[in-house]
């Protein structure tokens, strides 16, 4: 019985993940948005929402965003990478073959780059740099111009294709995730936590807008600064005060590194910053779990209680956080909170030599 339910790795039933085949049905839109400009469902998606946005693929400014149907939001996800999970894929796979910028002399392409209003003199050198770049590419004679799908031979997009693409991309980055996420050593309530990161659930303001409860919210901007949309990258990661608190952190375990800015290699590259030795990694990865869900519980603190950021007390929680965390749940972790707050990186090496040395 049981070899019969038995599934090869990486093969299944062969039943479609839902998910990942509706996202490729979506980019059947977005590609042909691009590929039928000239359709007449894209001339009024152009009136309505601007050349740049249908172009852009959604996401221009928020105003955009928020007037368009629930269609139109999920299509702008699809373009954009700071979403969350499997967003911007679309946009990484195609390309646009240009023509109509320039013309063959003697078998030569030369660009013909024309201007809305005439240059200013400091602008001439940000254009030199340009076409420095463009001349990087090469252009072949007798191509139409248009849009390429860059995962299929023969550059057009389709839904199978697409498919294969997303699920290849879910196995590639996000298996090594899941994995190490469920186990990770800390409280079930933490992993649900981070795994709703990594699967782009959390309700930041910017996934509330996109589910459409967009009525309730008084804004979509960041709890934290205040200047960005709140997205979970945004929100966690490359915001500039929740990435202080990430510097500090790691200042305390003598780590300086520039940190990336998505879940999956935020979650990665703390992995690998302090080492990989078994007997203290759980500990160390224990620490990011704690880190994201103190940001959570203080940026619902800002926002319920009107209370603001600050970078003590932000440090206070983790440190709370963590010392509890790993008092509990691993054995001869006996420093006082003094001992762990004056040099963590101390405790948790001298703890693993204590157990296992
Ligand atoms: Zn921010």
Known sequence: MERGVQVKRGRGFGVKNLGLFNLALLGKWRWRMLSSSESLWVKVLRSIYGVEAVVRGGLVDVECFKKGSSWWRDLGCLCNRDNGFNKGWFNEGVQRRVGSMGEWRNGVWCWLLNWRMSLFLWEQDEVNVLLNKVEEVSLVHGNEDGWLWVNDKNGTYSVRNAYKVL????????????????TSMVPSK???????LFVGGVPTRMNLARRGNIGSLPSTLCAFCGELEESSDHLFFTCSLSYSVWQKLYSLFGIYSILPSSTGSNFLSHWHLF????????????IWFVTIWSLWLVRNKIIFDESSFHLDEVMFIINLHSWNLLSARFKGFSFSFLEWVWNPSSCISYNSHRLYG
Request: charged fraction near 25%; proline fraction near 0%.
């Open 190 to 196: 933490l992993k649900c936590f981070a795994w709703r």
């Open 275 to 286: 080492g990989e030795a078994k007997n203290f990694h759980q500990q160390w990865m224990t």
């Open 167 to 182: 699920q290849n991309e879910v196995r590639n980055d996000n298996y090594l995730h899941y994995k190490r996420l469920w």
